[in-house]
């Protein structure tokens, strides 16, 4: 693998890439950074394929903007748009986890023309999110959501302590081998950066602030792209009722792998499934 940073417009973002061939851009959620796409670079190299993970903006060696706003959706699909551009394609593979698969989701509703298929793990579409927060199972399990929402309060809580809350709120939520320490090392020192932790909770002060929880679901497009949906069933976050939502919003080609008792961190708990799932259905879209 090679690490470079690339101009991607309104910011320059730092990815780590390997292998040549068609382009796969694989987007990672919070509070992670490329690394957590160890696995699945090599593994995509091997099938030949062009692989490539960014440190998403805010996060890791890339720019990180200041407003809170500068982390709105919009602006994070021109970032993939950009990024797409900068490396010389029209088109790309976008395989997204988490706050990634937002980010895959929303582009390949508004932009679809340079999505050539849509990956999505452990991450609701945008619309279905807004939706299911309106309903106490999900309510329940988005508690953090408005606990980010407080400038410094959330920062605290989740650093004090050599970052004891993030450790539970993250690494504790999936078998031990998901994260070795060597690996928990490298996302808390990405997270330790000056201006990295908030950057990242903007994320969710920029696109869930508190008065979205009461007013009707934003309005997206049918997805029309191919896409798969890889769904871990262990998922301490997501309640099901995402993924059924989820499935409604796909009009084009889908293909829903279910994972059941994997925790929400699942190409880092299952690296091999993963993998294997992701090579299979990019061969066919190829």
């Not at 990180?64 to 993939?80: I, N, T």
């Not at 293909?255 to 993998?275: F, Y």
Request: glycine share 8%.
């Amino acid at each position: 693998m090679s690490r470079r940073r690339v101009d991607c417009g309104e910011v320059a973002l730092a990815v780590d890439e390997a292998g040549d061939g068609d382009l796969v851009v694989l987007l990672h959620g919070f509070p992670e950074i490329a690394h957590s796409w160890r696995h699945q670079l090599p593994a995509l190299a091997a099938a030949g394929f062009h692989a490539v993970a960014p440190d998403l903006r805010g996060y890791g060696d890339s720019d990180r903007p200041e407003a809170v706003e500068a982390y709105a959706l919009p602006r994070l699909v021109g970032d993939l748009v950009g990024l797409i551009r900068a490396l010389g394609h029209e088109r790309a593979h976008v395989v997204g986890h988490d706050w990634g698969g937002s980010v895959g989701w929303a582009t390949a509703s508004r932009v679809p023309e340079v999505v050539s298929s849509l990956t999505i793990l452990n991450s609701p579409h945008p619309v279905a999110s807004a939706e299911a927060r309106q309903i106490p199972e999900q309510q329940q399990k988005s508690w953090y959501m408005l606990l980010f929402q407080f400038p410094g309060v959330a920062e605290e809580w989740l650093s004090r302590d050599d970052f004891a809350n993030l450790r539970t709120f993250v690494f504790d939520t999936a078998p031990p081998e998901a994260f070795p320490a060597d690996d928990r090392a490298t996302f808390v020192r990405a997270l330790s950066a000056p201006g990295a932790l908030t950057a990242a909770l903007n994320y969710y002060r920029a696109n869930i602030p508190p008065e979205s929880w009461l007013r009707p679901p934003p309005d997206l497009p049918p997805v029309t792209v191919p896409t798969m949906i890889v769904w871990a069933g262990g998922d301490a976050y997501m309640s099901p009722i995402l993924l059924e939502r989820s499935i409604a919003k796909v009009s084009g080609p889908l293909r829903v792998e279910r994972l059941p008792g994997v925790s929400h961190w699942v190409q880092q708990e299952v690296p091999e499934t993963v993998s294997g799932l992701l090579v299979d259905w990019l061969r066919s879209r190829s």
